[in-house]
């Protein structure tokens, strides 16, 4: 499978609003589940959010619960990721990789998830 690319990262002020977005081939995205982490500098990767690109259900960390909200369009095999009111703390490389293994896509483990794209850049600052 080859790796989506995650595009819409960009510098905005605390309460604003960015939508990340992550084109998948067909392959990688008929795979089942994709899921959008981040990784802020010095810290691991964490999970924050998948979706079954099959039935449209979206899953959530406890972080991004209530700003964020995954989405998916199949007729363009991309998902998406709409953040609002971000903050500071939302700060961090966010990337979207494909489900591959192991306890599932609502589990959001890092090591279940693989073909990782580059990243976008999210930088949340006044």
């Known amino acids: 499978q080859v790796p989506p690319v995650e595009s819409g990262g960009d510098s905005v002020q605390p309460g604003g609003s960015l939508r990340l977005s992550c084109k998948a081939t067909?392959?990688?995205?008929?795979?089942?589940?994709l899921g959008w982490f981040r990784q802020a500098p010095g810290k691991e990767r964490e999970g924050g959010a998948s979706?079954?690109?099959?039935?449209?259900?979206?899953y959530y960390a406890n972080a991004f619960k209530g700003r964020f909200t995954i989405s998916r369009d199949s007729a363009e095999n991309t998902v998406y990721l709409q953040m609002d009111n971000l903050k500071p703390e939302d700060t961090a490389m966010y990337y979207c990789?494909?489900?591959?293994?192991?306890?599932?896509?609502?589990?959001?483990?890092?090591?279940?998830?693989?073909?990782w794209g580059q990243g976008t850049q999210v930088t949340v600052s006044s």
């Open positions: 979706i079954s690109t099959g039935s449209g259900l979206g």
């Open positions: 990789a494909a489900f591959r293994s192991g306890g599932g896509c609502s589990r959001l483990r890092v090591s279940d998830f693989g073909y």
């Open positions: 067909s392959d990688t995205f008929n795979s089942g589940c």
